[in-house]
């Protein structure tokens, strides 16, 4: 528990996301967003909601701990579809940095879909999301936030 209490508070984001996934492109694109995160049941649980401004969308996360598998699971929604995410992305934080895993599909296409949470300090934070179409052997990575604490005041 406690392991996204980092992450409470308001960020800024530059996101880094391929334009076309899982066909070899190396052309990304670039946005802002705004992220506000909360936590709850101690720190078993945590919210948040990021907005992407030049996008006129936003999405949410919700991340509840299950203390007997001493694993997250992960579950994001986005205004764009307003269905919520299955299956959630599950794991946990081994020295300083988070792994998470679901099987799911991208445009029909069945993939393995990893978070990765690192770079984490009071200020900075990175999460990256890659797919695997082969056994987990490569991941082609299609996301990357990185995270800076927004100044308060």
């Known amino acids: ?56 969308s936003a999405g949410a996360t919700v991340r509840i701990f299950d203390p007997a598998r001493q694993e997250w699971s992960i579950y994001w929604m986005s205004s764009d579809t307003g269905v919520l995410g299955q299956p959630p992305m599950v794991g946990r934080f081994v020295d300083g940095v988070g792994r998470f895993y679901a099987d799911d599909q991208h445009e029909g296409r069945p993939v393995r879909c990893r978070f990765v949470w690192s770079d984490i300090s009071a200020t900075t934070a990175r999460w990256e999301q890659a797919f695997s179409v082969d056994g987990e052997q490569t991941w082609e990575t299609n996301w990357i936030m990185t995270f800076t604490r927004a100044s308060e005041g």
């Open 1 to 56: 528990m406690g392991d996204f209490d980092f992450f409470v508070g308001t960020w800024n984001v530059v996101n880094r996301r391929l334009r076309e996934r899982l066909v070899g492109s190396d052309e990304w694109e670039e946005f802002p967003g705004v992220s506000v995160a909360h936590g709850f049941f101690a720190g078993g649980g945590h919210f948040d909601e990021i907005t992407f401004p030049t996008r006129g």
